[in-house]
């Protein structure tokens, strides 16, 4: 059960690039998020999705878009990279919402990105 | 006011001691309560949740919830070196987002 699969791992960009992060998960989750943590702090929430086709702003969305075409992947897109986006991102999914019971998050690795 | 404040830390404390992590909210109806565990280049993992007020014990932890105070702590009794990451606490503050709301982290370091 490999649970939830980012990639890549590692990226290096440009200023002014684009590139989508992916994110898989293979346990059936109608929830779906994508949260970055810059260095020495917490998590902070870009978009999440409660199911294919629904997706809704997180507290920092700006210069990333996502898309949920399927219960299992929710890509994020950033366009026109700034150094502002260096960060870690973890992809994370739930079962049921986080709001009752068993709203464990499950996360993915993380992809660290860094912009020059 | 941040949503989900935690003293930074390093909060250092001696292999075998308990070590105390606190975490205050400013939603008053928030209902749930997460303790991630993170290893320094690894994803959070989950250790604890609590939804009612009062304690709850799995093994050396212990999450302790008190809504009236806005505060959730975390004990780990008998710490090992192996304890040394950071914990952050999650909550599902009231933002109309259906998510999470982290704070920052706490970082244990325990002495051998």
């Known amino acids: 059960n490999a649970g939830v699969t980012q990639t890549p791992k590692f990226r290096i960009l440009k200023i002014g690039q684009s590139m989508t992060l992916q994110c898989a998960q293979d346990?059936?989750?109608?929830?779906m998020y994508w949260y970055r943590q810059d260095p020495g702090m917490g998590l902070k929430l870009i978009y999440y999705?409660?199911?294919?086709?629904?997706?809704d702003k997180g507290e920092v969305p700006n210069g990333y878009n996502v898309s949920r075409s399927t219960t299992e992947d929710f890509p994020l897109r950033l366009e026109l990279a700034a150094p502002s986006q260096t960060s870690v991102y973890f992809c994370?999914?739930?079962?049921?919402?986080?709001?009752?019971?068993?709203?464990?998050?499950?996360f993915g690795e993380g992809s660290r990105l860094t912009v020059l | 006011q941040k949503e989900v404040e935690q003293n930074s830390g390093p909060l250092s404390v001696p292999e075998g001691a308990i070590a105390s992590l606190n975490c205050t909210y400013s939603?008053?109806?928030?209902?749930?309560f997460f303790w991630y565990r993170q290893y320094s280049g690894k994803s959070p993992e989950l250790i604890m949740f609590?939804?009612?007020?009062g304690d709850k014990e799995d093994g050396r932890f212990t999450a302790q919830l008190n809504k009236a105070s806005q505060y959730v702590s975390l004990l780990i009794r008998d710490s090992q070196p192996s304890d040394s990451a950071t914990y952050l606490c999650?909550?599902?503050?009231?933002?109309?987002?259906?998510?999470?709301?982290f704070g920052s982290g706490t970082r244990l370091q325990v002495q051998p």
């Open positions: 994370a999914s739930s079962r049921y919402s986080t709001g009752g019971p068993s709203g464990e998050l499950f």
């Open positions: 346990m059936n989750h109608n929830y």
């Open positions: 999705s409660v199911g294919a086709g629904i997706t």
């Open positions: 939603d008053q109806g928030s209902q749930s």
């Open positions: 609590i939804y009612s007020n």
């Open positions: 999650a909550v599902n503050i009231d933002t109309g987002r259906r998510a999470l709301t």
